[in-house]
């Protein structure tokens, strides 16, 4: 890997890491945050595909347009059930949970023996939160629910965008789906009667870092280096997004995690990185 591209990685999992936390700082409604963060993020970006790939948007048929919907209302979910996990559960156990993404992904394709050992390893870790979110409250065993939830509809959203991608690029994809995303998160706060406006200036400023450090920045810089290194190795590295939440949530929040939590997040990121390692070589062996 060229050190400009390990940076690049490194840079893009620090940004993404803030997303927890800013999301924590803004104290409001989870699906405000959600609905903003999408919106605030998804129109530069909208507004980008439209000047510079409106050939490539113009390809597009009415099955690429429906797959481009369903991957934004994924999207959307899995950021409304996380985030709302954040108000009932501990970041470390939030993002642990959420970042089992890269298993429910190679679920699609009929994964070797060494992924299923990951898989399991990672269940057990998930089993350890819960079984101590549980002691601590039902509210806390339900965010961590949301949060595997939230996992799940990321893997949809990727899945998706996989059969999508090969007629779009990066920028053109996500100038659809972030958008389609705001606007669904917009409707279900205004069905569910979660204020969009009144929000404080300090509150705005929270949900503008959170549209533009882990979102446009992270995202972004994730996106890029998928372009030099395989997606496996990009999943691997995303395991670091846990740890650095935690360890920001520490000062930050004056969250300290249990040693039981800790315990468990770190099975669970063994197990993703296991399930993570088998992938990148299976497609190694692929190309060779």
């Not at 060229?2 to 690049?8: I, L, Y």
Request: charged share 10%; net charge positive.
């Amino acid at each position: 890997m060229k050190p400009r591209v390990a940076v690049g990685l490194l840079f893009g999992v620090l940004a993404v890491s803030w997303g927890s936390i800013f999301v924590r700082l803004a104290h409001a409604p989870p699906l405000t945050v959600a609905a903003w963060r999408m919106v605030f993020s998804g129109l530069p970006l909208a507004l980008w595909a439209m000047a510079r790939h409106r050939d490539e948007l113009a390809r597009l048929d009415r099955r690429d347009w429906a797959l481009l919907c369903c991957s934004g209302l994924a999207l959307a979910v899995h950021f409304g059930t996380w985030i709302t996990s954040l108000d009932l559960t501990s970041v470390a156990s939030s993002v642990a949970l959420v970042t089992t993404t890269p298993i429910w992904v190679s679920l699609v394709d009929r994964p070797p023996r060494l992924t299923v050992a990951g898989m399991a390893v990672a269940m057990a870790g998930t089993v350890v939160i819960a079984g101590v979110d549980f002691a601590v409250s039902a509210q806390a065993l339900f965010g961590d629910l949301l949060a595997l939830t939230g996992a799940l509809c990321a893997a949809a959203y990727l899945s998706i965008g996989k059969r999508v991608r090969r007629k779009l690029g990066v920028t053109a994809y996500v100038g659809v789906v972030y958008p389609v995303a705001g606007v669904c998160l917009l409707a279900a706060a205004l069905v569910s009667g979660s204020p969009l406006t009144a929000l404080a200036p300090e509150q705005w400023l929270y949900v503008a870092l959170l549209a533009a450090v882990p979102q446009l920045i992270g995202h972004s810089m994730l996106n890029w280096a998928l372009e030099h290194v395989s997606a496996a190795l990009v999943a691997i590295a995303i395991l670091g997004e846990p740890i650095f939440s935690t360890l920001l949530a520490i000062p930050i929040l004056h969250e300290v995690p249990s040693p039981s939590r800790v315990l468990g997040g770190a099975v669970v990121l063994c197990g993703v990185g296991l399930a993570a390692w088998s992938e990148s070589q299976r497609h190694v062996v692929a190309v060779d």
